[in-house]
């Protein structure tokens, strides 16, 4: 079992930085890829970044290829995803979510463990 807990979300202008975290309880964290997911209002839940056991192997959605930065830290059981150059179409509440698939997966379905989410939100 996997407990996971968001937070750094918040209100922040076009243009601007945030950094989420992910803190990760129990003992395998390092045994799980990790992905960061969001969902805006009205629209379906969709992937943003992926990252492998290691930290070696990340993977992002075309939207935020450049701009967002997926990172872990396994000595601290934590998930980072640093976002710069933020738009307003941005918006959106931001989850975690680890997978079993330690080499990493893009397939929503095989994410097992989320988090409650934590909101972004970018205005214009």
């Known amino acids: 079992q996997v407990q996971l807990v968001e937070s750094g979300g918040g209100l922040v202008q076009a243009g601007g930085s945030l950094r989420l975290s992910c803190a990760a309880s129990g003992r395998t964290f390092s045994t799980y890829a990790m992905g960061w997911f969001r969902q805006a209002p009205g629209k379906e839940r969709e992937l943003v970044a992926t990252i492998n056991w290691s930290g070696g192997t990340t993977a992002y959605a075309d939207s935020v290829q450049g701009r967002f930065t997926i990172s872990r830290d396994n000595a601290k059981n934590t998930v980072y995803l640093q976002m710069d150059s933020l738009k307003p179409e941005d918006t959106a509440v931001y989850y975690c979510?680890?997978?079993?698939?330690?080499?990493?997966?893009?397939?929503?379905?095989?994410?097992?463990?989320w988090g409650q989410g934590t909101q972004v939100t970018v205005s214009s």
């Open positions: 979510a680890a997978s079993s698939k330690r080499w990493g997966t893009v397939k929503m379905d095989e994410y097992d463990y």
